[in-house]
């Protein structure tokens, strides 16, 4: 549809019309890209012998990372996208991949599901170790979908964009690192908070290990 505008709009000469079809497609193309990454990664982790990245690097480069790759989405969308990582969980060294998995797919949905408010991301070190909140002012969950929420493939609104398998993923991620997962939305537009807790991963002899192993 947007490379028919294209040609139509080039046909026209009118270059605003140009420049919102390239929108689109490069939006669409994001898109895929996020998709096909997502159905890789779970692939790639659902045949893992232990699913546990080996390459690590500080909590607070990770976030940053992840929060410049959504800002422009927020944006676009007219939302905040709120960051705050205290002193101590930020020089923490985490693996990378797998943290970048659990915000990427977290940050995605809020942004997804929100129309108007915000989406904040909270990570803090505590004394059970590293805690992730994900909340947003969306449109909040339904009782009777809130079950589901981890089933692969499941979609809330089959008509939307992505895969379904987020947070199958995300789950995936901190079950492997003994860690939990809480999903609260007292209803529709209640907006949701995802709080993740896990043990932090410590370096030993040049190896990555669990501080519960």
Known sequence: MAVDMVSRALAAGSMQTVRKAQDIIANNIKRLHQDVYTILDFSLRAYSRNG?????????????????EFEDSAQRKGIALNVKVDAAAAKVRFPKQ?????????VDNAIKFTQQGAVTVTIRKNMRGLCIIVSDTGCGIEASDQKMLFEKFFKRYPSMPGTGLGLSIVRE???RYHGSIRIISKGVGAGVRVTITMPIVRQRRGHETNSRG
């Not at 797998?98 to 977290?106: E, M, P, S």
Request: net charge positive; hydrophobic share 60%; charged share 20%.
């Open 52 to 68: 546990i990245s080996r390459r690590v690097a500080l909590i607070g480069d990770v976030v940053k990372a992840v929060s410049l």
């Open 98 to 106: 797998d943290l970048k998995a659990i915000l990427g797919n977290l």
């Open 173 to 175: 991620i901190v079950t």
